[in-house]
């Protein structure tokens, strides 16, 4: 976009905070509900983009039919979403703004039971799916924010999957260039991409980290760090409030988290690395 709307006032009146914070100005849900109100419709649905991760975890509770909390943070209300599943079970256009693409795709998958061979779960492929979706945003903040997660992931599951020996290209979401290099090098022991990335040699150290809490820690920090550097000149366009956002949900996990916490999600990456389940978000 060539022009960019700007949000002087509602930028201002954000409260400020920083990594070591210890308390919440406000919670995620709550900051998506501001959104909601204070942005113009094209930032709104590049903003979306973000809160699929929730969306896509309410999917799975219409689809598997299981009572359990909604994430409304998400973009869809459940009333919507099981009109989404309806829609595709019908072969009708979803007609949704913020619907992405690859709902359709997904959900026939699910009901026709059918997994592409490159996937083990349906987990899997809609966090490649998501993941693809968040690298073709049309602003580039967001679309290399979303990169760079992927990359993040795709390191540490392809360097614990070796660890635990566990199959490499099966535990690689997403197909940006990184992922097909990874897939295509399984066996080389920087998995063919020490030279791509100047941060590579940060995650691999972060990886052999004993402490798993100051691990997880660290590895939000140099998000955290990111969004710094890439939003230095951003001050009252929809990259600052994106980066607010990004560091806002990272600063709520933080608040809630703790050590005992932390190893349960490691040990919960582990086994679900092993029997086939995709890794926690949060991870």
């Known amino acids: 976009m060539l022009f960019k709307n700007q949000y002087y006032y509602f930028i201002s009146g954000l409260p400020d905070f920083s990594f070591d914070t210890t308390k919440l100005p406000f919670s995620t849900e709550t900051f998506r509900e501001m959104l909601d109100e204070a942005l113009k419709p094209e930032d709104r649905k590049l903003i979306s983009r973000y809160f699929l991760r929730y969306d896509n975890l309410n999917l799975f509770h219409i689809l598997n039919k299981k009572e359990g909390e909604w994430h409304n943070e998400g973009n869809f209300s459940p009333e919507e979403m099981k009109e989404i599943v309806g829609k595709v079970k019908e072969g009708e256009p979803l007609d949704h703004e913020l619907a992405p693409p690859y ?148 600063l709520e996990r933080w608040v809630e988290l703790n050590a005992e916490e932390g190893e349960r999600l490691f040990r919960e990456m582990i086994d679900n690395l092993k029997s086939g389940v995709e890794m926690p978000d949060d991870m």
């Open 103 to 250: 709902y359709e795709a997904f959900i026939s998958s699910w009901l026709n039971e059918e997994l592409p061979e490159e996937f083990r779960t349906l987990e899997d492929l809609i966090a490649s799916f998501h993941m693809d979706y968040g690298l073709e945003a049309r602003n580039s903040l967001i679309a290399n924010w979303f990169e760079l997660n992927l990359n993040i992931g795709n390191i540490l599951s392809a360097i614990y999957a070796r660890k635990y020996g566990i199959d490499i290209p099966g535990v690689v979401v997403g197909n940006n260039p990184l992922a097909v290099i990874i897939r295509e090098n399984a066996n080389a022991r920087d998995f063919g991409i020490g030279l791509e990335l100047d941060y590579f040699d940060t995650i691999v150290r972060l990886s052999e980290e004993s402490d798993i809490f100051e691990r997880e820690r660290r590895l939000d920090k140099l998000r955290w760090d990111w969004l710094e550097e890439h939003t230095a000149l951003d001050y009252f366009n929809i990259e600052y409030i994106f980066a607010y956002l990004c560091k806002l949900q990272i």
